[in-house]
Nanobody, 128 residues
Framework: HVQLVESGGGSVQAGGSLRLSCAAS????????MAWFRQAPGKGREGVAS??????????VPSVKDRFTVSRDNAGNTHTLYLQMNSLMVEDTAMYYC????????????????????WGQGTQVTVS
């Protein structure tokens, strides 16, 4: 049974930084994709960044590129996903979710929520 446990959310002033973490254990695929999504009140879930556990390939939504960095740490049976968020803006305010899955190979599949089958509980990020 795979679990994703997030941490690191909080409140910060615009221009500040936060680092989110997501620990994943015992995923069934040898190689898979881990991603961060976010959802602001009244809006749909948006893919923010993703990284493959095999070769480290990353993807970012244009609005966070050059401000956010996604990375992962593979140790034994546990993979930890990180999202370093710098130069935060008010519009980054949202609930952030960690997800794991094996997205299809069509373009931009990494940002489609239905491509992921395991989700964390979410961590709130508030920028003021």
């Amino acid at each position: 049974h795979v679990q994703l446990v997030e941490s690191g959310g909080g409140s910060v002033q615009a221009g500040g930084s936060l680092r989110l973490s997501c620990a994943a254990s015992r995923y069934t695929y040898a190689g898979y994709c881990m991603a961060w999504f976010r959802q602001a009140p009244g809006k749909g879930r948006e893919g923010v960044a993703s990284i493959w556990t095999t070769d480290g390939r990353t993807n970012y939504v244009p609005s966070v590129k050059d401000r956010f960095t996604v990375s992962r740490d593979n140790a034994g049976n546990t993979h930890t996903l990180y999202l370093q968020m710098n130069s935060l803006m008010v519009e980054d305010t949202a609930m952030y979710y960690c997800a794991a899955g094996n997205p299809s190979l069509y373009p931009d599949s990494w940002k489609v929520p239905r491509e992921y089958d395991v989700w964390g509980q979410g961590t709130q990020v508030t920028v003021s």
